[in-house]
């Protein structure tokens, strides 16, 4: 980037404690170096900087999720779309990466064994997962040049709110040495409206924004993202589906999966 600022890491790590960043707290986080760069070191600076601004008390999180269309290796297997900062995070030493074979995460600190420890195939992103454990721990989300629609948390509250829509995907694990395909049930749309978290949170001062690097930077708390998502969710269980006609082939599979919505029609009582 020609002519951008390039930050130290103590600099990154003052304006993540800025923003909010607890020390010994457990920090979720998606980002774009893209947005973020340049920054001293790149991505492993951006890395030190993190787990610099968590210490050595705390616990950070990132999303290695994979396509499923091969046996997952925590150990080898590459992240699928994640980015440069997360590929390369959970290759460091002493970080721990879970072991569903389409949507792991790693962690390394005081909280990483239990983040990263088994969990139920399906649904891959619900309580009972690496992001509803940082829901469970009380940890905060940071978003590095990202919005909510990559936030993970949000299907957290998916689940918890029990949503009328499901997709099955095909999904290649190892059961006694051998490959086998087993169909994993998840919330899964095009995610763009997880944005409309930006303007209830805003709006209930549950998120604090700022710059990182050179990149725009919002942190909320797993709890507070997932309550308001879920209350929005109550009332309108459709909220996060792009509505009818705008050609979302995504979303479109999700309204299929409810009952009369597949049907082209409406399901009872279901606002959007």
Do not use: K
């Not at 962690?107 to 969990?119: L, Y």
């Amino acid at each position: 980037m020609a002519g951008a600022h390039e930050p130290s890491v103590s600099q990154v790590v003052a304006e993540l404690r800025e923003l909010g960043v607890r020390q010994g707290g457990v920090l979720l986080v998606h980002t774009s170096f893209r947005a973020v760069r340049p920054i001293e070191g790149g991505p492993l600076g951006l890395i030190r900087a993190l787990r610099a601004a968590v210490g050595d008390d705390g616990t950070l999180v990132m999303p290695t999720m994979t396509d499923g269309q091969s046996v997952f290796d925590p150990r080898s297997t590459p992240s699928c779309a994640m980015g440069i900062t997360a590929e390369t995070f959970w290759r460091q030493p002493g970080v721990l990466r879970s072991g569903h074979p389409g949507g792991s995460f790693a962690a390394v600190g005081q909280h990483a064994e239990r983040i990263c420890a088994p969990q139920p195939l399906s649904p891959p992103h619900g309580p009972d997962s690496p992001p509803g454990r940082v829901h469970e721990l009380g940890g905060q989300v940071l978003l590095l040049g990202v919005t909510h629609a990559e936030s993970t948390t949000l299907h957290v509250a998916e689940a918890i709110a029990r949503v009328p829509y499901s997709v099955a995907h095909p999904c290649v694990i190892e059961v006694d040495g051998a490959a086998r395909t087993e169909m994993i049930h998840e919330t899964d749309h095009c995610c763009r409206r997880f944005r409309l978290a930006d303007g209830w949170l805003r709006e209930r001062g549950l998120q604090r924004e700022g710059r990182v690097g050179n990149a725009h930077a919002r942190l909320c708390g797993a709890r507070d993202l997932v309550a308001v998502a879920v209350q929005h969710l109550a009332v309108s269980p459709l909220v996060f589906l792009c509505p009818r006609g705008e050609g979302c082939e995504a979303c479109d599979m999700a309204r299929a999966s409810v009952p009369a919505e597949g049907a082209g029609g409406r399901r009872s009582g279901t606002r959007e």
